[in-house]
Nanobody, 125 residues
Framework: EVQLQASGGGLVQAGGSTRLSCAAS????????IGWFRQAPGKEREGVAC????????HYADSVKGRFTISSDNAKNTVYLQMNRVKPEDTAVYYC??????????????????WGKGTQVTVSS
């Protein structure tokens, strides 16, 4: 059974930090890219960051560059999103997702095969 288990987040003050984790199981982690996406109420889903499990290449949305860092622990099949200097506009439900390296498109999210359940991040001003 494929699982993408997201955890972390919660309520954080503006300017603060939090870390999300995405534990993957049930598929060959090394063949996939793992991405974080978010959706705020009334807004479209947005790609936040993505990492390739094979070569570690990373991509970020312009809105989070310099503040968020995506990383991967392949031994644990887990991807992390370190969120620093958070802003109220970062408030959203964050989802991790997996797509094959050759076909997944970031930030649009095409080619995603698996989605995890979201985790709420709320940034208070």
């Amino acid at each position: 059974e494929v699982q993408l288990q997201a955890s972390g987040g919660g309520l954080v003050q503006a300017g603060g930090s939090t870390r999300l984790s995405c534990a993957a199981s049930g598929f060959n982690f090394d063949d996939y890219s793992i991405g974080w996406f978010r959706q705020a109420p009334g807004k479209e889903r947005e790609g936040v960051a993505c990492i390739s499990s094979s070569d570690g290449s990373k991509h970020y949305a312009d809105s989070v560059k310099g503040r968020f860092t995506i990383s991967s622990d392949n031994a644990k099949n887990t991807v992390y999103l370190q969120m620093n200097r958070v802003k109220p506009e970062d408030t959203a439900v964050y989802y991790c997702a997996a797509g094959r390296i050759a076909t997944m498109n970031f930030p649009k999210g095409y080619g995603i095969e698996y989605w995890g359940k979201g985790t709420q991040v709320t940034v208070s001003s």
